[in-house]
């Protein structure tokens, strides 16, 4: 292709420019070989006239296509120049707001000066695990690349972040480590990954500072490594630091600061805990007050020192030692202000005696004041003669206290970075690490000095290792590819190198004159240009004496001499520093040892286990005093990290600073441009160039460029040769392209040429078309044309004609209305006079009428106006009484509405209100009508008394006067008169008296009775009336509930979404517990394999009966597995908070507790035996209390096994958690608290184990008094063992109780057998014996259960009294309230406790009637037992009868339970879940397991078995997490496993006796309803199963699925030959990918529909309830659209017009499948509507105005960001698409900016939706279920 070609009319070039440094142009003449001059238009169409040199101007550079522009790697550009690089990076920084773009192996990052929302965990989330040339460019990618070499090469790795300052170096390392820190979290619970993150903020406050171009510079450079496991997780990490600015210290430029944790000190000084500092604002201080300006914009000092203090106390540094490091940092500040007066000789100073900020230097160092003051202005000579002191003049005394100011900030650096060190440093054996180097890029200044010499030294270094490591790169690529290599010329610039650190070079001369004892920086200077005058890379200013210029491979530096000397001595008075040694702080002590001169390599070599080698030996040095300089030391660290990267694998970050100003998303190209040039990226574009840049694979080379070939070569099957003829055909010159194995190398350009002819060949197509279809429309509009022409011709025609007929229709009907209208006229004529003459007639008639209707009308009127007006007025007095009595009313009623309002709220739907409106009236009426009766009775007892009275007075009256009668007729007699008359006018009164008294009681009475009549009447009265107003107030809540009626649904949809929130989190708090007891899991796995004990250790036989996997506390379990988890809680919570927190040991108290009450019981059941024992010694014991006192025993011996056996384990738990705590308390001695921490919890475990020996001493006790008594009953109940010899055979042995009852008689025989000659009758009565007592026992355990319960109703009986007398109490209180309020309460009270008194009797009468039927069914169960027996027993003479009849009852009996016994449950539940295979039994009733458990539960149920029912269930949750633990990524167990445990749950519910559940039951399936136990606790148990195993189905499902959904989604072809093909660059061949086998085979959209298919059909053979099976595909549906729409936004690629239409049909094909299986009803295909909204945002048109409205009102399940990003990312794929205009996405954000929503770029993939079983029963009976005999379940026995 010749040059002519190239450089046409219309091609488009780059020229140089002063101000952007390049410009495009485009040719307007085609340009031929020869021609001086190249005819060019500017952008703004101003020509230009470019002169075109063979040497001095050269032809421009080719400016690439627009389909190329904005490519995320550089290297996919087909002409690879400056130019081009720098404009691909403006377009994607300025347009894009892309930050990040690949360059080869390069990370190019361009600070965007503003916080970006992409660094987010959902970011890194997507990021992991994925190739780096398949997501956009970003830090988090070449973390991923550098994570998963490390995991497949096993190789260690490094990422290197350069570049200047202000580039934000510290931010993508700061980055880059927390993507480590997610992705490789700590294995343990060490939380290492949080300690590496903290360790930023602490580095940054002391070695961080802002500067003219960053307010967050590194002033210093360091490496981190970070360690890994052979698992790849993090466990440790260790710091490098590289040549801190020392002198930032003690000088700072303007507008320039101090380290961040001076400022930060300040800022903080008015804290109590900083008093002693003396501090103050940054202003008073020299050292913080030179830049002038103490704050920093955006950034509060005192919250940075808070974080500071966090990330110290994280990293252990205890409070102690950071108030000493603050000590050691405030005294510098008042160094910097102690005041050095000069003397007037000038060759002398002082210091004076009041200097406060001295007194404060020294006390916070704790050194003495006068020797530090004598020191700071003398100094010491020592000679070989003598030794003196000499004083200092100012100007040196000055330089001296900034040494020393230096000197102790770096010595306090150094051991802030060791203990870092210290903090990240692990005991675990590293198996590799990932090193991250944050070092400073190339520096230029105006003034350069020994700072920037070194930092411009480390960097020629490190481009000479990048420049070997790219050359090795592309040396590897060719050989992998076996293209002929030929030797690319590239920079080296060793000679620089070779020039500063080779023999007698810059550093060696410097290192020469620092021993001079009068040597100069002049000196030092005329060396150099004396010995390196005639190196090439080393120049004499021309005007200056005092500097060189040394040329580096980015620019030419000049370093100015001064200071070099004295920078690179770094000189510091011994005697200053002895007076610091001497200080009474240790800290201080420690900081200047001698050992701290010493450089501190051994930091790395004491964590890095890793043998490093060096590409090549390093230069070795002279020998040196024992103070190196710190040239010197530079140089050794420097060559130590060149080892270290050699030996690693490298990946680069280039960060490069867009513009000095700071501002965000502005583009400086002159900056840029030297800042490429200095970091290297063009160096890495310019090797690529000088090869073969450009790659194509043959299968993508094929799909690009097939419309430049043939049918014939379309016919060849092998696309390689294809390629080969075409390339061959199209390009002459066999040099601009080579053949590799896998793809085709073409030289620069060439893939612009392989562009412009596709275009061309597009372009000719575009015109054949074009012609093509104008010829049709052509043809199409001629025909239209003819044929409108005929239509309008016959229109016109016809249309003459009617109007033609149409006059003569006019003519004809003028006639016919000329007639009709004169007819017409005539008779309205005639019409309006007789008209007329009517109306006089009736006006007349009517005007005699009317006058004389209005008199009599009158009349009438004055009448009615009289009745109407008097009847208005007494209306109107009427209306305005009642109107005033109804707003009293009102008012009233209001007060007392609004006083009761929130009541008849809540009890307005309730018959309780009802029921509170009457209590207490009945009884109210009952009392007074008793009261009535008491008082008519008294009146008629008084009534009869006064009665009797009466009639004695009467008769002793009657008496007196027949006495006085004779007495007057005895005048004779000598009596007195006048007594008798005294006393019988006394009577006389007392009479009067009495009735007097009389009529009284009965006024009294009658009154009373009249007064409580009426308040009877007054009662009633108002009762009624309280009964109109509720039913008034009951018709108003009516009406208000109807009024209502319309928020309900809206409040019911808000109760439902507060439900499914609920619901979540408390699914999400499930889930959590899962995570975290698997992570307890594995913790203890990790602790097994870690604790190493020599010998065979033996696990306890009894392990599985004393604790239990279930950690769910509504479960009861056992105590020792509690004190495991005591145990295991310190472990997991550490020793320090262990030590303080006594939780822990109060649990342990807890447990020793109730071991004492265990014992005490046990003590008193012993004594118990004991007096039975001893009373029934004598007397003939009955079968019944014999076997009662033997249960007894029997139960008591395995009490104090077990519990002896739980003491020992506790023991030992407690022995070996001991031990752990006296092992972590040994190796932190150190520490005070600590150990006072661990003194006090040793302490307590010891008092503790003494507590367990004690009670283990009373049961070894107790066990001996059991055993005694046992003894003694055998001794008491002794039969010769010969006696029983013949029933050894029986399956029972013969109980004591049955040895007893055989009678003592020596005469009759001594065995069983006496009854008859075989013995059967005498085995046949034993076994009814047995029987019959137990029979009898369990009716007495039946009996006290009933009188239990009886005495636990009798005290619910007393507690509701206790609340009837409360409600008394509360009765009389209310008493002196209002009469209206007295009766309605009362009326109210007695009313609810007649109810509630009414309803408990009831409840109880059907408790009592329940159990009464309980007893007797079990009663006639166990006589029928005994029948049949009996029957068994004597039948045994004919077998065959026996078996017919046996086999009869079992067929009719069967109730769908099934009996095991004991000690097969854990072959039941080993071969139910353990072993079980859902094959096994995928041919019978699904979840039949499920069903089997339920029969054996319900079987525990129906002989009341609490123990063998919490058992079973037990056994059964732990097997089944066990199993799912073991199968945690088998999707098929997974789902049997849920479907058996919800239908587990379901069939709890069903037959649980709940009326809630038993709403769709059959009578049979009613019967089968549990009868004893309650087991709601369970069924919540199984409920979290549920939703636990649920969630690991999800999580199955989705890694099943994830590497499919980007592959069948976005990347295949479902529409043959829609996508197109782009170049690509570097980073699509990226080593991590598989080159030799082209990568993982790719999954198609239908393999994601079979996976899907596959998944729904397991779900439903296996029986899952089809309601969950929906959730999980509505689940699965949004794992889809999270991951694809995820990638779609983290891909430019894949962002393109032909992807839109591709991911549109395989969502239309996902919603056809949904709809096949109806599933579409459960908001399915709603998950995917983003990513549907998506597909169509890539399809609309993205142009004008109403394009944006249309997108705005489409794209409503996307955010703003997503849309944003998603038209950024917007990639035509050939050159008749148009790219989105920055305008238009201004536009979209401008209507968008109101839309409330999260600011999340990203979906989360973790998110989960609520999970919800609804409760599904079974239609099967449990009789009817069959058990296939390849379970193998023959133990099991059907009942």
Known sequence: MSVTELYSKYTRVWIPDPDEVWRSAEIVKDYKEGDSVLHLNLEDESPLEYSIGPKDNPLPFLRNPDILVGENDLTALSYLHEPAVLHNLKVRFLESNHIYTYCGIVLVAINPYEQLQIYGE???????????????????????????????????????????????????????????????????????????????????????????????????????????????????????????????VVFQAEEERNYHIFYQLCASSSLPEFKDLALSSAEDFTFTSLGENIFIEGVNDAEDLVKTREALTMLGVKEVHQMSVFKVIASILHLGNVEIVSERDGESCHINRDETHLHHFCQLLGIEQEQMAHWLCRRKLVTTAETYVKNMPHAQAVNARDALAKHIYAHLFDWIVEHVNKALHTSTKQHSFIGVLDIYGFETFEINSFEQFCINYANEKLQQQFNSHVFKLEQEEYMKEQIPWT?????????????????????????????????????????LYSKHSSSGHFEKPRMSNRSFIVVHFADKVEYQCDGFLEKNRDTVYEEQINILKASKFQLVADLFHDGKDVPPPSAA??????????????????????????????????????????????????????????????????????????????????????GYPSRWTYPDFFSRYRVLMTKKDLTIGDKKQVCKNLLETLVKDPDKFQFGKTKIFFRAGQVAYLEKLRADKFRYACIKIQKTVRGWLQRIRYRKIRKSAITLQRYGRGYLARRHAEMLRLTRATLICQKQ??????????????????????????????????????????????????????????????????????????????????????????????????????NKIVQLQKKMDNQSQDYKSQKEQLAV???????????????????????????????????????????????????????????????????????????????????????????????????????????????????????????????????????????????????????????????????????????????????????????????????????????????EQERKRLQTNLEKVEELSQRKGNEPRSSTSEEDINADLAYNSLKRQELETENKKLKNDLNELRKAVADRASENNSSNELQEGYNLLLNQLKAANEELDVRKE?????????????????????????????????????????????????????????????????????????????????LQTQSRQHKDELEALHTQVELLKDNLEKKQDVLNHFSTLSPEALVEFSIQQEITRLTNENLDLKELVEKLEKNEKKLKKQLRIYMKKVQELEVSQATRSRPELTRQVTIQRKEKDFEGMLEFYKEDEALLVKTLITDMKPNAVSATVPCLPAYILFMCIRHADYINDDQKVHSLLTATINAIKKVLKKNND????????????????????????????????????????????????????????????????????????????????????????????????????????????????????????????????????????????????????????????????????????????????????????????????????????????????????????????????????????????????????NEFEERVTVSFIRDIQNRLQDRIEINQLLVDTKYTFPVLFPYTPSALTLEAIHIPASLSLDFLTRV
């Open 122 to 248: 959902e970011v890194i989330n997507a990021y992991s695990g994925q190739n780096m040339g398949d997501m956009d460019p970003h830090i988090f990618a070449v973390a991923e690349e550098a994570y998963k070499q490390m995991a497949r090469d096993e190789k260690n790795q490094s990422i290197i972040v350069s570049g200047e300052s202000g580039a934000g170096k510290t931010v993508s390392a700061k980055y880059a480590m927390r993507f480590f820190a997610t992705v490789g979290g700590s294995a343990n619970d060490t939380s290492i990954e949080e300690k590496v993150l903290a360790s930023s903020p602490i580095m940054e406050a002391i070695g961080n500072a802002k500067t003219t171009r960053n307010d967050n510079s590194s002033r210093f450079g360091k490496y981190i490594e970070i360690g890994f496991d052979r698992r790849y997780h993090i466990i440790g990490a260790n710091m490098r630091t590289y040549l801190l600015e020392k002198s930032r």
């Open 487 to 527: 030797l690319i010329d590239f920079y080296d610039n060793q000679p620089c190198i070779d020039l500063i650190e080779a023999k007698l070079g810059i550093l060696d001369l410097l290192d020469e004159e620092c021993k001079v004892p009068k040597g100069t920086d002049q000196n030092w200077a005329q060396k």
């Open 605 to 690: 070599s004491k964590t890095s286990r890793i043998n490093v080698r060096a590409a090549k030996p390093a230069l070795k040095g002279h020998n040196r005093e024992h103070r190196k300089s710190v040239g010197t030391q530079f140089r050794n660290s420097l060559h130590l990290l060149m080892e270290t990267l050699n030996a690693t694998t490298p990946h680069y970050v280039r960060c490069i600073k867009p513009n000095d100003f700071k501002e965000s998303f502005v583009f400086d190209s002159r900056r840029a441009v030297q800042q490429l040039r200095a970091c290297g990226v063009l160096e890495t574009i310019r090797i690529s160039a000088a």
């Open 821 to 922: 209208y004169r007819m017409v006229q005539v008779r309205k004529d005639y019409l309006r006079i007789r008209r007329a003459v009517i109306t006089i007639q009736a006006f007349a008639r009517g005007m005699f009428i009317r006058r004389l209707y209005q008199e009599f009308l009158l009349h009438h009127k004055a009448i009615i106006i009289q009745k109407t007006v008097r009847g208005w007025l007494v209306r109107k007095k009427f209306l305005h009484a009642r109107y005033s009595a109804i707003v009293i009313q009102c008012f009233y009623r209001r007060v007392r509405a609004i006083r009761q309002l929130k009541q008849l709220k809540i009890e307005a739907r309730s018959a309780e209100h009802f029921k509170n409106l009457n209590v207490g009236m009945e």
């Open 949 to 1155: 009275a009466n009639t004695a007075l009467g008769s002793e009256v009657n008496k007196l006067q027949k006495e006085l009668e004779t007495l007057r007729s005895r005048q004779a007699a000598c009596t007195p008169v006048a007594s008798l008359q005294e006393e019988l006018e006394k009577l006389r009164a007392e009479l009067q008296e009495a009735n007097a008294q009389r009529k009284q009681i009965e006024e009294e009475f009658s009154n009373e009775k009249q007064g409580l009549q009426q308040r009877v009447e007054e009662l009633e009265k108002e009762n009624t009336l309280l009964k109109k107003e509720k039913e008034e107030m009951n018709r108003k809540i009516q009406s208000s509930t109807q009024g209502q009626a319309v928020d309900a649904s809206q409040k019911e949809s808000r109760l439902q979404v507060e439900l499914d929130d609920e619901r979540q989190r408390y699914q999400n708090l499930v889930k959590e517990y899962s995570r975290l007891e698997q992570r307890y899991e594995n913790l203890q796995e990790d602790m097994s394999s870690m604790k190493f004990h020599p010998g065979h250790r033996r696990i306890p036989s009894n392990q599985s009966s004393l604790g239990s996997d279930s950690n769910y506390p509504s479960i009861s379990m056992s105590e020792a597995g509690d004190t495991d988890d005591t145990i295991q809680q310190v472990e997991d919570m550490g020793i320090e908070k262990a030590a303080m927190d006594l939780s822990v040991f109060m649990k342990l108290q807890k447990r020793v507790r109730e071991l």
């Open 1258 to 1338: 009373e049961v070894l006790m107790l066990k001996t008094q059991i055993v005694n008594s046992t003894k003694q009953s055998e001794n008491i109940n002794h039969i010769n063992s010969n006696d029983v010899s013949e029933w050894t055979n029986n399956k029972k042995p013969v109980d004591a109780e049955d040895i007893v009852n055989v009678p003592d008689s020596k005469n009759k025989a001594q065995d069983w057998g006496y009854l008859n000659e075989d013995g059967e009758l005498g085995l046949a009565y034993q076994g009814l014996k047995q029987v019959a007592r137990l029979l009898e026992a369990q």
């Open 1530 to 1773: 088998d999707f098929e167990m997974t789902s049997f496993w849920l479907a058996n445990t919800s239908r587990l749950l379901h069939c709890l519910k069903q037959y649980s006796g709940d009326e809630a559940f038993m709403t769709q039951n059959s009578p049979k399936q009613n019967e089968h309803c549990l009868k004893n136990f309650d087991l709601a606790e369970y069924r919540q148990v199984l409920s979290d199963l549920s939703i636990q195993i649920y969630q690991q189905l999800i999580r199955v499902a989705e890694n099943i699925m994830q590497p499919m959904i980007v592959s069948a989604m976005l990347e295949s072809e479902s529409i043959p030959s829609l996508a197109g093909v782009k170049p690509m660059g570097y980073r699509n061949r990226s080593s991590s990918m598989d080159c030799e086998s082209g990568g993982p085979a790719g999954y198609t959209l239908q393999a994601l529909i079979r996976q899907l298919g596959q998944f729904y059909t397991t779900m439903a053979d296996h029986g899952l309830d089809p309601e969950i099976g929906q959730q999980m595909v509505r689940q699965l549906f949004y794992s889809i659209n999270a991951v694809t729409l995820n990638n779609l936004l983290l891909r430019k690629d894949v962002c393109s017009w032909s992807t839109g239409m591709q991911l549109r049909y395989n969502i239309s094909q996902l919603e056809e499948w949904v709809r096949g299986k109806n599933l579409h009803h459960g908001g399915t295909i709603a998950t995917v509507e983003p990513v549907i909204q998506a597909a169509q945002l890539l399809q609309v048109k993205k142009k004008t105005s109403q394009d944006a409205e249309a997108i705005c009102s489409l794209c409503t399940a996307l955010s703003l960001q997503q849309i944003v990003k998603i038209l950024n990312l917007y990639t035509p794929l």
